[in-house]
């Protein structure tokens, strides 16, 4: 016998491997798949291809067949009024999606007030109702209700007997619920003698069990506590069914579950399941409605449903309890009797029909419009009458290419998010026919002379931008199906834009520019594409929510609009400019623009990308629409990568670079040296500058009440340390700080209950308008300390006018950090309209100048970068009264100190300038003391290098060669709690992608993070890294400071870094806003020069010390490498230019084998 592999379900894949897996023993094999579960139900085309292998193999067969609806037989009387009895019956079966058949005892002539009239079927008539259906259709599960006669028992029991009924729900209808008895006593014996031993549930409420044990010559009296209730429901147990459920609607109890004896008390309703498995109470509250007739056979219909589909007896009555409890809270009240319950809480009908998805969405009022604009613009009518200029469809030509590269990615992203082998296949097949599309876009613009080389080299325009980011941030964080619905409009619209153009008469033919870009769209292999899509899309929109779909077609309308636009913008361009000195890169992403209006209203322009809202008013919006900012990470797809920041001499710091592509080469030159050499003096005249105010600070009545013993008490409790003339006092509340009620409303929002130590001493210090300088461990809240103080300052003074730089300037060294500030300007000054940009390397510069040239409050910049756009013309740092160096040791310790001056030498000298770091080596004070007047700080925490006391430091002496076994079983352990996140050190970007590769190889499902990277895959990294999808990531010292990732429980350093600074920065990635973490240290005899300063801070926080490190630090060097900049991590060289690679890079796009997570 040869059985499928373990955790395999009956898939396409997993029967291929079945039946490649056949031998010469399995010859003339036969495969039965019976009643195939819809979640893995196969496609007519693959149950063809395992077929086809199966004969091919072993000359077996295959015989598959689907599952089928459960089938449910109602054997009951009826009901006019829709409520009970087999109408109620078909209700409840149609809700639980099986399929309900009938064989009727009575007809009755009844409503909500009560029955008028019997008519009885004659049981012969019935018997062959019977024999209809089972004779033909078949039954899985009977289920019984209002009998009528001892014939129609017997007739109903032979049934069993003859067409062997294995599990059957009998509802004995004998009393009314006025009381009145429905069945003669001939009758209940008849139902005792002849159905109950063949019944598998029977289903009395209390009056009917008390009748039947009556009947049945048994003592019964009226219950009146649930110990009473269980032994009735024993007693009719022993009258043959294999189980009973008792019912105790009739007899509600109080909360201490004895019989209610006031309608007041009435709490809870028992019914007690009795069979097989022992004894089930079963409660449910006690509902106070006028809605209940039919309650008792929707009941027994839902377990008999519930029983079809393959539930045990007390899940199945659990269950239909449940159903019906809900059905009695939802239920309208219809009649002026007892109303019926709600059959259908539970189910939804969709607006479509099967296949029907698309056509449903392009009939919808809301989308008819928006579709109409997009498929009859006036950019495609032109194109048809051959009125368009050609310098429009060149420039559309352009833009729609490198549209298409993204939408490729987008389709790719598709087939990587089905789980579908089919899905997987059509969205490559897409991908073909688009590599296709884009070949035509090449030699369209080749006869109009534009060569590949223009077109890639070109920019994306802000249009397009903003359509490919929408896409791709649906792809990432939505669905499968959300991705291909915001495709979808590209995709049909095309087609059905040129077969229009095509049909019409008054298309040109003959010499039109525009004729074969038609017949692109109307050919055969467009169409093919067309259809795949759509059906795709149509298979999976019948598997959704009616909510879903709602959601689905607002993305359907935003696309259509993003569509329309792209029209827009080609009829607005006139022309193609080549930028000489512009860079391959085409993933355009702009951090940042703006709010609607301005702070004063009146409409101020907006971001640029990835969202399309119309805007009627505004000046500076783009073709009247604004593209505002999302915050979106997902970049383009080549470009950028490489670089590094040259300069004589081994190392380098690859990456990046700036503008895309990287600066200098193998052979040197000073690329970091040069930048800023373009900048003018400036001289400054105070006398004639405008005036500003930039002291805000207000001490609160309890703060200046505070005595100077209370206020050192405070300092000393939070490890605080001040220096300098006339500090003003902590606050220890929100409130405290005096922030005005746009702040406030902002920082309460978020919930956070008080101020960080470094919070409490910086706030009055940056609110008083003098420079300051904070120095604290990483995590302790410093970026929300200079970010309010900011957002109060800019509020202070006018408004920026045509031409304007920024009023604030924040300094960053790394473009994760510079993001990170981006967002918490943006969460916390949004209530002003504080609009804000962020300026940084890696991705092409049209967005940040686009947001640079229509205003911004603040600035948040990587030195590099800012120098390039200063030297070109496209900002200036006049208005900045605000400057921020954070991470300042950070820029020092990368080189940044010259590009630093000369943006600093640009900026006023009344400025207020606040610099905050977590080390204060004599570089950062030196930088202060040349920059900064009369300045005050704050120290949190030791003076000296000491690392966080949250952190157990685990340091283990290894040699080179153990150090992957060392790591592999620390891993086993951490992961061991999927809750864990680990962050891996190494000392190079070629150590960091060979560990992942390693881990990704050994099970893990690791990614790495470094400087050759670029920036829309760091951003993914980073992403999948906080959100846990990929618990463990790998990164060079890039990752070390500013990138705020929450809850990354442990550290480990692969390679220990040059110095010890370095070390308390990695570390301090774990135990972060007062958690605690572990970091563990591989540290090998070539970093014994640091062992001195390693065991120095081991000793400080209180650490275990492996006894080899003492030993290091005893005979070994003195930290000869742990100097700012000693310890020979050059500065130069580097490998220089090089375009980055299409895909992630690395270990990153290596498949996870075996995964152990």
């Not at 399929?99 to 007809?107: D, E, F, N, V």
């Not at 703006?594 to 990308?609: K, N």
């Not at 009545?701 to 003339?725: I, L, S």
């Not at 591989?1082 to 300063?1093: G, I, Y």
Request: proline share 4%; glycine share 12%.
């Amino acid at each position: 016998m040869l059985t499928m592999r373990s955790g395999y379900a009956f898939t396409t894949d997993a029967l291929l491997d079945f039946v490649a897996r056949l031998g010469p023993g399995n010859t003339g094999i036969r495969v039965t798949i019976d009643m195939a579960d819809p979640d893995t139900m196969l496609s007519e085309e693959s149950v063809n291809i395992i077929r086809d292998c199966l004969v091919e193999k072993t000359g077996g067969t295959l015989e598959y067949t689907a599952l089928r609806a459960k089938r449910i037989l109602a054997i009951a009387g009826s009901d006019s009024s829709g409520g009970a009895g087999l109408e109620a019956d078909q209700k409840v079966i149609a809700a639980h999606g099986c399929y309900a058949m009938t064989a009727t005892t009575a007809l009755t002539a009844q409503n909500t007030l009560g029955v008028q009239d019997v008519h009885h079927t004659p049981p012969q008539f019935l018997r062959k109702q019977i024999d209809a259906v089972c004779e033909d259709i078949g039954v899985d599960v009977v289920k019984t209700g209002m009998l009528a006669s001892a014939e129609s028992i017997e007739v109903v029991a032979d049934a069993f007997r003859r067409y062997n009924i294995m599990t059957n729900v009998v509802d004995p209808v004998m009393v009314s619920t006025s009381g009145s008895q429905l069945l003669a006593p001939a009758a209940i014996s008849t139902l005792i003698n002849r159905l109950l031993p063949l019944t598998t549930l029977l289903t009395p409420n209390l009056p009917e069990a008390k009748l039947l044990l009556e009947t049945a010559g048994v003592e019964a009296k009226n219950p009146e506590t649930v110990t009473d209730i269980v032994t009735m429901a024993h007693k009719i147990h022993c009258l043959g069914p294999r189980w009973v459920l008792l019912k105790g609607g009739h007899l509600p109890l109080t909360r201490e579950k004895v019989v209610s004896k006031l309608e007041s008390d009435r709490e809870i309703v028992l019914n007690v399941l009795v069979g097989e498995g022992g004894i089930s109470p079963i409660e449910s509250k006690f509902l106070k409605s006028n809605n209940t007739h039919g309650t008792g056979c929707s009941l027994a219909s839902a377990i008999a449903c519930n029983l079809a589909l393959g539930m045990s007896m007390v899940q199945a009555v659990r269950k239909a309890n449940q159903y019906i409890e809900a059905g009695i809270q939802t239920s309208v009240s219809l009649g002026r009797g007892s109303g019926p319950i709600n059959h259908f809480h539970s189910t939804y009908t969709l607006p479509f029909t099967p296949g029907g998805f698309i056509k449903y969405l392009l009939d919808r009022n809301d989308i008819q419009t928006p579709w109409k604009q997009y498929t009859e613009h006036d950019f495609v009518q032109r194109m048809g009458d051959g009125t368009l200029p050609l310098e429009n469809f060149k420039y559309y030509m352009i833009q729609d290419y490198l549209f298409l590269v993204q939408f490729a990615r987008a389709t790719a992203l598709a087939a990587y998010k089905s789980s579908s082998l089919n899905d997987i296949g059509r969205s490559v097949q897409q991908v073909v026919t688009l590599q296709k599309e884009l070949q035509l876009h090449i030699n369209f613009c080749k006869e109009y002379g534009l060569e590949e080389a223009d077109i890639i080299g070109q920019e994306e325009d802000q249009a397009t931008t903003a359509y490919t980011r929408y896409v791709l941030d649906i792809g990432q964080s939505q669905d499968w199906l959300a991705l291909q619905v915001a495709l979808l409009p590209c995709l049909i619209g095309y087609g059905m834009i040129a077969r229009r153009l095509y049909e019409d008469p008054k298309t040109v033919r003959n010499g039109s520019r525009y004729w074969e870009w038609i017949l692109q769209y109307v050919g055969q292999e467009y169409l093919d594409a067309m259809s795949r899509g759509s059906d795709v899309i149509e298979e999976h929109a019948g598997k959704q929510s009616v909510s879903r779909v709602e959601e689905l077609a607002q993305i359907f309308i935003h696309a259509t609009n993003m569509e329309r636009g792209f029209w827009d913008m080609g009829l607005q361009n006139r022309g193609v400019f080549f930028d000489p000195v512009s860079t391959a890169s085409t993933h355009i992403m702009s951090y940042g623009g703006g709010y609607g209006g301005g702070r004063d209203g009146g409409g101020r322009g907006g971001g640029f990308s990835n969202g399309y809202e119309h805007s009627n008013s505004g000046s500076g919006a783009y073709n009247n629409y604004d593209y505002s900012s999302q915050h979106t990470s997902y970049g383009g797809g080549y470009g950028g990568g490489g670089g590094g920041y040259s300069g004589g001499g081994g190392g380098g710091y690859g990456g990046g670079g700036y503008g895309g592509g990287g600066f200098g080469g193998r052979d040197g030159g000073d690329r970091m040296s040069a930048l800023g050499q373009g900048l003018k003096t400036q001289t400054w005249d105070l006398d004639t500058m405008p005036k500003f105010e930039k002291s805000f600070y207000k001490e609160d009545p309890a703060v200046a009440a505070r005595t100077p013993a209370e206020v050192d008490e405070f300092r000393k409790q939070q490890q605080m340390t001040v220096k300098g003339t006339n500090i003003p006092k902590p606050v220890t509340t929100f409130d405290e700080a005096g922030f005005p009620s746009y702040v406030m409303s902002e920082v309460k929002a978020q919930g956070f209950d008080k101020p960080t130590a470094i919070q409490s001493q910086g706030w009055p210090m940056a609110l008083s308008g003098r420079d300051v300088v904070g120095v604290a461990e990483t995590g302790s809240g410093k970026t929300l300390t200079y970010c309010l103080p900011a957002i109060v300052h800019i509020n202070a003074q006018p408004l920026l006018a045509p031409g304007d730089g920024p009023i604030v300037l924040i300094l960053a060294p790394t473009r994760e950090l510079a993001v990170q500030i981006q967002q918490e300007i943006s969460k916390f000054g949004k209530s002003s309209r504080i609009r804000n940009t962020c300026v940084y390397g890696g991705v092409p510069k049209g967005p940040q100048i686009r947001d640079l040239a229509r205003g911004v409050e603040v600035c948040i910049a990587t030195p590099g970068r800012l120098i390039d756009m200063l030297e070109a013309g496209k900002t200036n740092l006049r208005r900045i009264t605000y400057l921020v160096l954070d991470e300042a040791d950070r820029m020092l310790d990368m080189g940044f100190e010259p590009q630093i001056r000369k943006i600093i030498g640009q900026i006023r000298p009344d400025r207020q300038t606040c610099m905050w770091s977590a080390t204060w080596p004599k570089e950062v004070r030196q930088l202060a003391a040349d920059y900064q007047n009369d300045w005050i700080q704050v120290n949190i925490g030791s003076m000296d290098l000491s690392a966080n006391h949250r952190i157990q430091q685990i340091v283990e002496v290894v040699s080179e060669f153990e150090k992957r076994d060392r790591m592999a079983k620390h891993l086993e352990q951490i992961m061991d709690d999927k809750a864990n996140k680990v962050l891996i050190f190494t000392g190079t970007k070629r150590v960091a992608d060979e560990i992942t590769r390693f881990l990704r190889q050994d099970g893990w499902p690791a990614l790495s993070i470094h400087g050759d990277k670029q920036q829309n895959e760091r951003d993914w990294v980073l992403n999948e890294f906080k959100t846990g999808k990929s618990p463990i990531m790998v990164a060079t010292d890039v990752a070390s400071r500013g990138i705020d990732v929450r809850n990354i429980t442990h550290v480990l350093n692969y390679d220990y870094p040059n110095n010890s600074e370095d070390y308390v920065h990695r570390i301090g990635r774990t135990g972060r806003a007062g958690a605690s973490g572990t970091a563990i240290t591989l540290f090998t005899t070539e970093n014994s020069k640091q062992a001195r300063d390693l065991v120095q801070i081991l000793t400080e926080s209180k650490q275990q010390i492996d006894p080899r490190l003492h030993e290091m630090a005893r005979y070994g060097g003195g930290g000869g490498g742990g100097g700012r900049w000693g310890g020979g991590r050059g500065r130069g060289g580097g490998r220089g230019g090089g375009g980055g690679r299409g895909g992630w890079s690395g270990g990153n796009s290596d498949p996870i084998r075996n995964s152990r997570w």
